[in-house]
């Protein structure tokens, strides 16, 4: 079963940059998509950033502009860049790999998340 871990988190002054890694246990026959997700306090989880074996991506508006997803595909691992942070970011970060990792099938694997804390 392949696994995502996620990196970078942390506590941050507002206006300040975090990069958020992702990297996969092992590799995946095919991957489809990548992305990140966020849930802030109280809030369900949404969806910040995604990018396609192709390269394209797509951010939801809350975040367009300031993060910037990126993929490693030789080490399997997603990043987003996140800049001018605001504390309306503050929340566990989480990356999903749609792949198929050799089973035959493609499935969505997720990370456990990471904090990002953005204080005024």
């Known amino acids: 079963q392949v696994q995502l871990v996620e990196s970078g988190g942390g506590l941050v002054q507002a206006g300040r940059s975090l990069r958020l890694s992702c990297a996969a246990s092992a590799s995946f026959f095919s991957i489809y998509t990548m992305g990140w997700y966020r849930q802030a306090p109280g809030k369900q989880r949404e969806l910040l950033a995604t990018i396609t074996s192709f390269a394209d991506t797509s951010y939801a508006d809350s975040v367009k502009g300031g993060f910037t997803i990126s993929r490693d595909n030789v080490k399997t691992t997603v990043y987003l860049q996140m800049n001018t942070l605001k504390p309306e970011d503050t929340g566990v970060y989480y990356c999903?790999?749609?792949?198929?990792?050799?089973?035959?099938?493609?499935?969505?694997?997720w990370g456990k998340g990471t904090q990002v804390t953005v204080s005024t």
């Open positions: 999903k790999i749609r792949g198929n990792s050799g089973n035959g099938s493609y499935e969505n694997y």
